[in-house]
């Protein structure tokens, strides 16, 4: 239980980010002074809610009309927006600025449950999940747009439990998936992707109904014995890559597969969990933190947010955040 070296909750709790610490507090010291509702007017917040546009969307910055249009850009941007909202700032659909944000990418999801247009007219398993566990995490768990995509996420496995997108599986340049007109379908026989099946995991972790299903369980499975190895595809393919961390979770890195792997089920008595962990413990800072100089994004609070997921994950398997440092423990 005192296998941390520093106290990882105390910078968190020094901190001048209200929403960080009122967060702190709440989900790991179970403090509730305030309602949570009051983050939700925090300046920080104000200012990414008054620049969201009347239809519910983000517009990005930029973009490149050959790869993709603005409509479809403004569905990447609100996807990052929505992102932030809901996991610093904890807002939920009793917000009416979730609200809209929902119903602008509700816009872009298909017959089938899926949405286009980040990938032209790509399948995107990735993308895919990741908006619907950010539509989860902000209340939306019941709906028939969460449920469709659930469904079209379990139908689109490859063979071996995982995920993959579907033209690189096919063999097809980046190029090609966001300017052609055609659809193509994955080969299902070949190998899965970690770098999608750990944001795929990402919503089946936040789902309760599916948090422990089978499906989970073979993909948790064939996620963990990925760590720290190279992608099957070119796509964030190095191994350095597990170790880049972003708060919100973007892409699979070691922090956001373990937060999923340990709330559906996995615990330390599995060895790929323990590895897993380990890294953390060994890696601590002085101060507290976890820094390999690539946390995203680059701002004065990311280490501070990605060590709140870290505590969240140790806190989860039973181990004490707060615990005394080690090096100081009298003998």
Not at 92 to 112: C, E, G, M, N, Y
Not at 208 to 224: C, D, F, I, Q, V
Request: hydrophobic share 35%; charged share 25%; proline share 6%.
């Amino acid at each position: 239980m005192r296998r941390l070296h520093y106290d990882a909750i105390a910078p968190l709790l020094a901190t001048d980010h209200q929403a960080l610490l009122h967060t702190a507090r709440r989900e790991l010291l179970g403090e509730v002074s305030e309602p949570a509702e009051s983050v939700w007017e925090l300046p920080d917040a104000r200012r990414i809610i008054a620049r969201q546009q009347a239809d519910g969307r983000w517009r990005y910055p930029g973009g490149n009309p050959d790869i993709r249009s603005a409509a479809d850009y403004d569905q990447l941007e609100t996807y990052r927006q929505l992102g932030v909202l809901v996991y610093k700032f904890g807002l939920d659909r009793r917000h009416p600025v979730i609200v809209r944000a929902a119903d602008f990418l509700w816009s872009f999801q298909t017959k089938s449950g899926d949405y286009r247009g980040i990938y032209g007219n790509q399948y995107t398993p990735n993308y895919s999940a990741a908006i619907t566990e950010l539509l989860i995490l902000a209340g939306y768990v019941r709906s028939p747009q969460v449920e469709k995509t659930m469904g079209w996420l379990i139908s689109m496995r490859q063979d071996d439990g995982g995920w993959a997108i579907p033209t690189r599986t096919v063999g097809l340049p980046l190029s090609v998936m966001v300017t052609a007109h055609e659809t193509f379908e994955p080969d299902r026989t070949r190998p899965s992707s970690h770098l999608v099946t750990g944001i795929v995991l990402r919503a089946l972790a936040a789902h309760p109904r599916y948090r422990r299903s089978g499906a989970t369980r073979r993909a948790g499975e064939l996620l963990k014995t990925r760590f720290f190895t190279r992608d099957t595809y070119p796509d964030h393919a190095g191994p350095s890559y597990w170790l880049v961390f972003s708060y919100p979770f973007w892409w699979t890195d070691l922090l956001s597969s373990l937060d999923s792997l340990t709330r559906s089920g996995f615990g330390t008595d599995d060895a790929d969990i323990d590895r897993g962990v380990s890294w953390f413990i060994d890696n601590q800072q002085a101060n507290g933190l976890w820094n390999t100089g690539r946390n995203r994004p680059k701002d004065r609070y990311s280490d501070l947010w990605v060590g709140l997921a870290v505590c969240r994950v140790l806190s989860r398997i039973g181990l004490d955040p707060t615990s005394p440092p080690t090096h100081l423990v009298p003998a």
